[in-house]
């Protein structure tokens, strides 16, 4: 009997919480889930790959680092929740994030118009454009786009820069990988002649590497800079992090992790 008296009550409930959700059933309610869920769980889950320095990377002790890591840990300060970082291919992220098991993506990501079918983006916090690093042995050779003509190039699995160079180069081999630093290491060892990629990326890798350089060939077009990915119809959540990206902007901060992460990415694999 105890338990019936608790039970009536709960069924009353819920009937005049459901009312009261088909009251609220409009979609500025629905789109407010995202931001409120993880101001509720405390916590905010990055999806990145961390193979792209000075975006993102580990050190020897498995820390992650770089600039899109220093951004994230801003906007989960500003949403007044703990950052959880997972690491996982660049080409699996956008499933991860519609499969609810991570809620962000910093990852170096070009917000493209395909993407944009299954996610929204922040605004662009970091402009970028696209360079082909070759070995520097062969700098010569190969700095003309019909210098690559039958040549092979590397490009990471899932990517715009993967896009780009099949539609740029159609008389190129290529060799499509999950992670950039296995292209780097089949290019060290000729097993391909280019990789495209990030302006950043490629310079990090120029700069570390006595072997490779850049060939000054470099592509930019109106979807290329980086933001912050989100699941669909959060425009509270895209608002919010637009706000902390805003502030790290006028504040000289987003300059600043990138010059540390440059530093630190430069001296690591020195
Ligand atoms: N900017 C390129 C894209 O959006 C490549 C990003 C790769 N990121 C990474 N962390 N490996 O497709």
Avoid: W
């Avoid at 059933?25 to 995202?34: C, F, P, R, W, Y």
């Avoid at 944009?116 to 605004?123: I, K, T």
């Amino acid at each position: 009997m105890k338990r019936l008296k608790k039970i009536i009550p709960a069924i009353l409930l819920s009937g005049v919480m459901a009312l009261s959700l088909v009251g609220c059933g409009d979609s500025k309610d629905e789109s407010a889930k995202d931001l409120e869920k993880i101001k509720e769980k405390g916590e905010v889950v990055l999806g990145t790959s961390a193979d792209y320095p000075p975006f993102e990377f580990m050190d020897k002790e498995g820390n992650f680092l770089g600039m899109d890591i220093e951004i994230a840990k801003e906007l989960a300060k500003d949403m007044g929740v703990e950052l959880k970082i997972q690491d996982m291919q660049f080409e699996s992220l956008i499933t991860a994030l519609n499969a609810n098991k991570v809620d962000m993506i910093l990852s170096g990501m070009n917000p493209t118009e395909e993407r944009r079918e299954n996610v929204d983006f922040s605004d662009i916090y970091y402009e970028s454009k696209h360079f082909m690093i070759v070995r520097e042995a062969d700098l010569d050779k190969i700095k003309k786009e019909e210098d690559l003509k039958g040549k092979k190039i590397g490009v990471q699995l899932g990517t715009t820069q993967e896009k780009l160079a099949k539609e740029k180069f159609k008389d190129s081999e290529f060799e499509v990988l999950p992670a950039i630093p296995d292209l780097i290491m089949l290019l060290e060892n000729n097993k391909v002649d280019a990789v495209v990629t990030e302006d950043a990326v490629a310079e990090n890798y120029a700069n570390v590497n006595d072997k490779l350089s850049l060939n000054g060939l470099s592509y930019e077009d109106s979807e290329s800079g980086v933001s912050v990915a989100v699941r669909k119809n959060n425009p509270e959540l895209v608002e919010q992090l637009n706000k902390t990206i805003k502030r790290l902007n006028d504040e000289g901060k987003i300059k600043e992790f990138y010059n540390e992460a440059v530093e630190i990415s430069s001296a690591k694999s020195k």
